[in-house]
């Protein structure tokens, strides 16, 4: 892939990543490059989840916003995350299987994260 192709999903990435456009968009632009790479591209911290965690609690997101994010996230080869963040992408992408996504949620993945 050449390196003008590499910042432009850098750049999709990063928009992604701090919710700066709306994650349906951002997917299917995302759709045009593919899913393995040879190292991340960018980084999602726990601090950039805090960040959406209270953006929902302040009602400037959904919950809906909330779980779009963490399942477009989830698991791409070229986005790097730590294992807690990982955790909560998991639980995050698949309410069904773990809680919805509340109040509560977002206050335990806070004080998990912090």
């Known amino acids: 892939m050449s390196e003008e ?10 928009d992604m ?4 456009k709306p994650v349906s968009e ?3 632009l995302l759709r045009a490059y593919p ?6 591209l ?3 911290s726990a601090a950039d989840v805090v960040r959406v965690l209270e ?7 959904s919950a809906e916003t909330i779980y779009e994010w963490a399942d477009a996230l989830e698991m791409r080869e070229d986005v790097q995350c730590d294992e807690r963040v990982s955790e909560f992408f998991t639980e995050a992408s698949t309410p069904e299987l773990f809680e919805p996504i509340s109040g509560a949620f977002a206050r335990r993945w806070l004080n998990c994260l912090r």
Not at 17 to 20: P, Y
Not at 35 to 40: I, K, S
């Open 35 to 40: 899913w393995d790479v040879d190292r991340p």
């Open 55 to 61: 953006s929902y609690l302040s009602d400037e997101i």
């Open 26 to 28: 951002l997917v299917v």
């Open 5 to 14: 192709m590499d910042e432009e999903r850098r750049q999709l990435l990063n």
């Open 42 to 44: 960018v980084a999602v």
């Open 17 to 20: 990543v701090k919710l700066r």
